[in-house]
Protein backbone atom coordinates (compact mmCIF):
# COMPACT_ATOMS: atom_id res chain seq x y z
CA UNK A 1 0.00 0.00 0.00
CA UNK A 2 1.41 3.30 -1.55
CA UNK A 3 2.08 5.84 2.05
CA UNK A 4 -1.20 8.15 1.80
CA UNK A 5 -0.31 11.40 0.02
CA UNK A 6 0.18 14.50 2.71
CA UNK A 7 0.03 18.29 2.19
CA UNK A 8 3.34 20.12 2.15
CA UNK A 9 2.48 24.13 2.23
CA UNK A 10 4.51 27.05 0.69
CA UNK A 11 3.91 30.29 0.19
CA UNK A 12 3.15 30.12 -3.13
CA UNK A 13 1.63 26.41 -3.50
CA UNK A 14 0.25 23.67 -1.85
CA UNK A 15 1.69 19.93 -3.30
CA UNK A 16 1.06 16.49 -2.24
CA UNK A 17 3.54 13.69 -1.81
CA UNK A 18 2.69 10.77 -3.01
CA UNK A 19 4.84 7.88 -2.00
CA UNK A 20 5.19 5.07 -4.82
CA UNK A 21 7.54 3.31 -2.71
CA UNK A 22 7.48 -0.56 -2.45
CA UNK A 23 8.73 -1.85 1.01
CA UNK A 24 11.86 -3.53 0.17
CA UNK A 25 11.41 -6.36 2.66
CA UNK A 26 7.33 -7.59 1.05
CA UNK A 27 8.34 -6.07 -2.49
CA UNK A 28 7.38 -8.56 -5.43
CA UNK A 29 10.64 -10.64 -5.80
CA UNK A 30 12.11 -10.92 -9.44
CA UNK A 31 11.95 -14.81 -9.93
CA UNK A 32 15.87 -15.45 -9.58
CA UNK A 33 16.30 -13.25 -7.19
CA UNK A 34 17.48 -13.99 -4.11
CA UNK A 35 15.29 -13.93 -0.70
CA UNK A 36 15.87 -10.02 0.68
CA UNK A 37 17.17 -10.92 4.76
CA UNK A 38 16.63 -7.97 7.06
CA UNK A 39 18.07 -8.72 10.85
CA UNK A 40 17.65 -6.62 13.56
CA UNK A 41 20.94 -7.49 15.80
CA UNK A 42 21.56 -4.52 17.93
CA UNK A 43 18.35 -3.40 20.89
CA UNK A 44 17.65 -1.14 23.10
CA UNK A 45 15.33 -2.87 24.65
CA UNK A 46 18.15 -5.76 25.33
CA UNK A 47 20.01 -3.17 26.81
CA UNK A 48 22.50 -1.57 23.81
CA UNK A 49 22.53 1.91 23.44
CA UNK A 50 21.10 1.91 20.15
CA UNK A 51 19.36 0.08 17.58
CA UNK A 52 21.04 -1.30 14.55
CA UNK A 53 20.31 -3.49 11.80
CA UNK A 54 21.84 -5.88 8.95
CA UNK A 55 20.11 -5.85 5.22
CA UNK A 56 21.33 -9.27 3.03
CA UNK A 57 19.95 -8.26 -0.47
CA UNK A 58 20.57 -7.57 -4.23
CA UNK A 59 20.77 -4.26 -6.08
CA UNK A 60 17.73 -4.91 -7.72
CA UNK A 61 15.32 -5.37 -4.74
CA UNK A 62 12.54 -3.67 -3.81
CA UNK A 63 12.47 -0.41 -5.77
CA UNK A 64 15.14 0.37 -7.77
CA UNK A 65 16.69 2.13 -10.65
CA UNK A 66 18.75 0.27 -13.59
CA UNK A 67 22.27 1.66 -14.20
CA UNK A 68 23.39 1.74 -17.93
CA UNK A 69 25.92 -1.24 -17.25
CA UNK A 70 23.07 -2.94 -15.94
CA UNK A 71 22.50 -4.34 -19.95
CA UNK A 72 25.15 -2.88 -21.57
CA UNK A 73 28.69 -3.24 -21.72
CA UNK A 74 30.70 -0.15 -21.13
CA UNK A 75 27.71 2.04 -20.47
CA UNK A 76 27.26 4.20 -17.13
CA UNK A 77 27.60 2.57 -13.33
CA UNK A 78 24.57 3.85 -11.12
CA UNK A 79 26.77 6.33 -9.53
CA UNK A 80 27.50 8.16 -12.64
CA UNK A 81 23.73 8.32 -13.99
CA UNK A 82 22.64 11.72 -14.80
CA UNK A 83 20.14 12.79 -11.55
CA UNK A 84 18.23 15.12 -13.99
CA UNK A 85 16.91 11.96 -15.43
CA UNK A 86 14.61 11.02 -12.24
CA UNK A 87 13.50 13.70 -11.42
CA UNK A 88 10.84 15.89 -13.75
CA UNK A 89 7.65 16.26 -15.30
CA UNK A 90 5.91 12.42 -15.61
CA UNK A 91 2.56 11.24 -17.16
CA UNK A 92 1.14 8.43 -15.42
CA UNK A 93 -0.63 5.96 -17.87
CA UNK A 94 -3.14 2.80 -17.03
CA UNK A 95 -2.18 0.03 -19.55
CA UNK A 96 -3.78 -3.75 -19.99
CA UNK A 97 -3.45 -5.62 -16.81
CA UNK A 98 -0.76 -9.09 -17.04
CA UNK A 99 -0.09 -8.14 -20.70
CA UNK A 100 2.28 -7.77 -23.37
CA UNK A 101 1.74 -3.32 -23.17
CA UNK A 102 1.54 -2.28 -27.65
CA UNK A 103 2.48 0.93 -29.27
CA UNK A 104 -1.28 1.30 -29.74
CA UNK A 105 -1.84 0.72 -25.98
CA UNK A 106 0.39 3.71 -25.87
CA UNK A 107 -0.47 6.19 -29.02
CA UNK A 108 -2.38 8.76 -27.73
CA UNK A 109 -1.38 8.63 -24.46
CA UNK A 110 2.07 9.45 -23.77
CA UNK A 111 2.90 12.21 -26.67
CA UNK A 112 4.73 15.11 -25.14
CA UNK A 113 5.96 13.57 -21.89
CA UNK A 114 9.37 13.88 -20.62
CA UNK A 115 9.08 10.77 -18.33
CA UNK A 116 6.10 7.75 -18.33
CA UNK A 117 4.44 5.38 -15.47
CA UNK A 118 3.33 2.37 -16.37
CA UNK A 119 0.50 1.74 -14.56
CA UNK A 120 -0.33 -2.04 -15.10
CA UNK A 121 -1.01 -3.87 -11.81
CA UNK A 122 2.39 -5.45 -11.70
CA UNK A 123 2.73 -8.09 -14.17
CA UNK A 124 2.39 -5.70 -17.85
CA UNK A 125 5.33 -5.75 -19.91
CA UNK A 126 6.63 -3.80 -23.13
CA UNK A 127 7.17 -5.29 -26.17
CA UNK A 128 9.86 -4.23 -28.21
CA UNK A 129 7.45 -2.12 -30.82
CA UNK A 130 5.93 -0.48 -27.68
CA UNK A 131 9.76 0.36 -26.54
CA UNK A 132 10.85 1.47 -29.76
CA UNK A 133 8.17 3.86 -29.69
CA UNK A 134 9.08 4.99 -26.37
CA UNK A 135 12.44 5.98 -27.59
CA UNK A 136 11.64 7.16 -30.67
CA UNK A 137 9.66 10.03 -28.70
CA UNK A 138 12.26 10.74 -27.10
CA UNK A 139 11.36 10.01 -23.47
CA UNK A 140 14.01 10.74 -20.24
CA UNK A 141 12.77 7.66 -17.92
CA UNK A 142 10.63 5.04 -17.58
CA UNK A 143 9.00 3.87 -14.45
CA UNK A 144 6.98 1.11 -14.28
CA UNK A 145 5.13 -1.29 -11.44
CA UNK A 146 6.28 -4.68 -12.80
CA UNK A 147 9.58 -5.37 -11.22
CA UNK A 148 10.93 -5.05 -14.73
CA UNK A 149 9.55 -3.06 -18.24
CA UNK A 150 10.10 -6.47 -20.27
CA UNK A 151 9.02 -10.22 -20.15
CA UNK A 152 11.18 -12.82 -18.95
CA UNK A 153 11.73 -14.04 -22.16
CA UNK A 154 12.53 -10.61 -23.60
CA UNK A 155 14.77 -9.14 -21.23
CA UNK A 156 18.05 -8.06 -22.96
CA UNK A 157 16.30 -6.35 -25.72
CA UNK A 158 14.03 -4.08 -24.02
CA UNK A 159 16.57 -3.12 -21.15
CA UNK A 160 19.18 -2.39 -24.14
CA UNK A 161 16.46 -0.66 -25.85
CA UNK A 162 16.33 1.74 -23.03
CA UNK A 163 19.65 1.65 -21.47
CA UNK A 164 21.22 1.66 -25.30
CA UNK A 165 19.72 5.54 -25.56
CA UNK A 166 20.45 6.94 -22.18
CA UNK A 167 16.67 6.46 -21.06
CA UNK A 168 16.37 5.99 -17.04
CA UNK A 169 14.39 2.70 -15.79
CA UNK A 170 13.09 2.65 -12.26
CA UNK A 171 11.16 -0.61 -11.31
CA UNK A 172 8.96 -2.36 -9.13
CA UNK A 173 7.00 1.08 -7.54
CA UNK A 174 3.55 1.17 -6.94
CA UNK A 175 0.76 3.16 -8.71
CA UNK A 176 -1.78 2.16 -6.68
CA UNK A 177 -4.49 4.46 -5.91
CA UNK A 178 -2.70 7.21 -7.90
CA UNK A 179 -4.78 8.13 -11.21
CA UNK A 180 -3.75 8.77 -14.55
CA UNK A 181 -2.33 12.08 -15.33
CA UNK A 182 0.92 14.51 -15.01
CA UNK A 183 3.04 14.35 -11.56
CA UNK A 184 6.52 15.25 -10.66
CA UNK A 185 9.02 12.60 -9.95
CA UNK A 186 11.33 12.22 -7.39
CA UNK A 187 13.53 8.96 -7.54
CA UNK A 188 17.03 9.70 -6.79
CA UNK A 189 19.08 6.65 -6.18
CA UNK A 190 20.85 5.40 -3.69
CA UNK A 191 24.97 6.18 -5.00
CA UNK A 192 26.47 2.42 -4.63
CA UNK A 193 28.92 3.59 -7.07
CA UNK A 194 30.08 1.35 -9.46
CA UNK A 195 27.26 -0.73 -8.86
CA UNK A 196 24.48 -2.08 -12.11
CA UNK A 197 21.38 -0.48 -10.12
CA UNK A 198 21.07 0.75 -6.63
CA UNK A 199 17.46 0.85 -4.84
CA UNK A 200 15.70 4.49 -4.66
CA UNK A 201 12.58 6.28 -2.86
CA UNK A 202 10.31 7.14 -5.22
CA UNK A 203 7.64 9.47 -5.09
CA UNK A 204 5.26 11.68 -7.30
CA UNK A 205 4.68 15.46 -6.25
CA UNK A 206 1.10 16.76 -7.33
CA UNK A 207 0.04 20.20 -6.91
Known amino acids: MPTPGFPVHRKEFLMKIIDISRPLQIAPKYPTAPDTVFAQVDHIEHGKDSNFSLLFTNTHAGTHVDA ?34 TKADLAGKVEG ?13 LTAEATEYLVDLGIRCLVT ?16 LLLRNHVGVVENVTFEGVADGDYTLIAFPVNFGDSDGAPCRAVLLAE
Open 68 to 101: GKHFVHGELPIGKMPLELYYGPIRVVSVPEKALV
Open 113 to 125: AERIGLHGGGFSY
Open 145 to 160: DGWSPAPLDNEKQIHQ
